[in-house]
């Protein structure tokens, strides 16, 4: 991440113990790490969401090319988009299909 040696590192140390003191420092390297640690954090769900993103955006593109094909010979890589949405639908679907089948034996029932 920071191209920083030993001896950077040691100077860092001992500026901070002089300026500090040794009662502030442990406490200001506790907030330094847990500003390190955010950011870290933040970073790692940005990369998550742009590879999500980026998912997506290819899946979008495959099924836009599947269309203009007419769903009929396809490279293998658009297949499996195609499948994989398909896939995606169905499980966004199956909690509402489940919920409407509830909803209809109570009032065949009741």
């Not at 390297?29 to 940005?46: A, D, G, K, Y």
């Amino acid at each position: 991440m920071f191209d920083i040696g030993f001896w950077e590192l040691l100077v860092i140390a001992v500026m901070g113990l002089l300026i500090l003191g040794p009662e502030r420092l442990p406490t200001a390297i506790r907030t330094v790490r847990n500003w390190v640690r955010n950011v870290q954090r933040f970073s790692q769900n940005v990369q998550t969401e742009l590879k999500e993103e980026l998912r997506i955006h290819e899946l979008h593109n495959n099924l836009k090319e599947a269309e203009k094909q007419g769903f009929e010979n396809l490279t293998t890589d658009v297949k499996d988009s195609v499948d994989s949405l398909k896939k995606a639908a169905e499980e966004a679907t199956r909690p509402y299909e489940d919920t409407v089948k509830d909803e209809s034996k109570k009032n065949n029932d009741g």
